[in-house]
């Protein structure tokens, strides 16, 4: 095999294993836009929408997936994980295509979610580590602009179908399902990852492996990021589960409640591409995340200021776009990869995955009736919480650019 056709197949198996992220946060934006349908249809209090963000795809459910799925991908590897997660999303779509009562709503979110969350630390422990060592922050950016492109489509396609009421939305997660078949198929060509293979013949009991996730070098790493994605995603998840529902609440223009999210993940596609994958293997991440952390303290705070207006709204998407292409989530899923060694890197995504969005789970509760009451109160709470995730983020930064995974490895156990 000529070198051309081994780079063009690890694109190949990037693109496969980060379309996970596709219908992950495409699952999420169609729910978002579907709750107002919802609520009118089933009568949902803001009590209960709260409960079904808590254990949709965005929160606890994904969480708890991740938690198991990060353990069973360092057991038995990581092709087996992400290629049958899908049939067990496919399933859950099911319900909410044919959600005829309220609970089948919250169980078909529990089913996607817990795929949703097997597959983060699958695919993303795959990516890293089949990525020329020069690249992988570009190819983690791949599966980042798949995400984003997730509510992009998601939410185009929703501005057509939102006339036709709750059976065109239902359209949506056909969509998602029928991807989540095809992955499934697609998926079981792929290779397994060979750092993984060389792991295993290395490795001692599960026991250990779970010593030594623990271990002050490690747990030390996991607190880093639970600081500093964790205060980032609470944010995140507001932004992607209650944006479109609290447009449509404000009564700003049919249109925005869809073109205007699907704006700022498409401005964040546009930064990913020209920012993050071409300057992450090169640059000090520290400045890129830095950056970032502080354009969106801004686009926040401005929202604190002079509320949930059009003009306002529109100028937070551009600066919360454009800042997030080469913040938080990009860089959280490259350093989660990088902080911990093949053995356990699975399971230390999916703990401190879990960790995060279970907290966004118990967050999402309050969020509803917060926003319903008193917006200018929950802006500044957000704005706080992505001033913490910045300076944590900033200050204990790691910088891998260039680095191998074993030199990276071999850095920590020297120091």
């Known amino acids: 095999m000529t070198t051309a056709k081994q780079a063009q197949g690890t694109w190949r198996d990037t693109i496969l294993a980060g379309l996970a992220n596709y219908i992950d946060s495409g699952s999420i934006v169609a729910g978002s836009v579907a709750l107002a349908l919802w609520k009118d249809i089933y009568g949902l209090t803001d009590s209960f929408i709260g409960l079904i963000a808590a254990f949709s ?206 704006s700022n993940f498409l401005l964040g596609i546009i930064s990913l591409l020209v920012v993050f994958m071409p300057l992450s293997d090169k640059v000090n991440q520290r400045t890129l995340f830095g950056l970032s952390a502080l354009l969106q303290v801004v686009g926040m705070a401005m929202l604190a200021v002079f509320g949930f207006t059009l003009q306002t709204v529109l100028l937070h998407v551009v600066i919360m776009g454009i ?20 053995a356990i890197r699975s399971r230390a995504q999916g703990v401190t995955f879990a960790v995060v969005r279970v907290s966004l789970g118990v967050w999402s509760l309050a969020v509803p009736s917060l926003a319903s009451n008193d917006f200018a109160t929950l802006a500044w709470i957000l704005t706080g919480f992505l001033a913490a995730s910045g300076i944590v983020g900033w200050i204990w930064a790691p910088s891998n650019e260039g680095k191998s995974l074993e030199q990276l490895e071999a850095e920590r156990l020297s120091s």
């Open 323 to 342: 800042a997030g292409g080469f913040g938080a989530q990009s860089f959280f899923q490259l350093w989660s990869s990088e902080l911990f060694p093949t």
């Open 57 to 262: 795809a965005n929160a606890i459910s994904a969480g708890v997936g991740a938690f198991i799925g990060g353990w069973l991908c360092d057991r038995f590897g990581r092709k087996k994980i992400y290629q049958y997660d899908m049939l067990f999303y496919a399933v859950g779509m099911l319900f909410l295509i044919f959600a005829s009562a309220a609970w089948m709503i919250i169980a078909g979110f529990l089913l996607v979610g817990l795929a949703v969350g097997a597959d983060i630390p699958a695919s993303w422990s795959l990516i890293a580590e089949q990525a020329p060592d020069d690249r992988r922050g570009a190819h983690s950016g791949v599966a980042q602009v798949l995400w984003n492109l997730g509510p992009v489509v998601v939410l185009g396609a929703a501005y057509f179908l939102k006339p036709f009421g709750i059976d065109g939305i239902r359209w949506l997660f056909i969509h998602l399902a029928v991807l989540a078949l095809a992955l499934t198929f697609l998926r079981s060509r792929m290779r397994e990852s060979q750092r993984w293979e060389e792991a295993q013949a290395k490795k001692g009991s599960a026991l250990s492996s779970w010593a030594e996730l623990f271990s002050p070098r490690y747990l030390a790493a996991m607190l880093y990021l639970i600081v500093m994605y964790g205060f980032w995603n609470l944010w995140a998840g507001y932004n992607g589960f209650f944006t479109p529902y609290l447009i449509e609440q404000n009564h700003l223009p049919q249109w925005a409640a869809t073109i205007l999210p699907a």
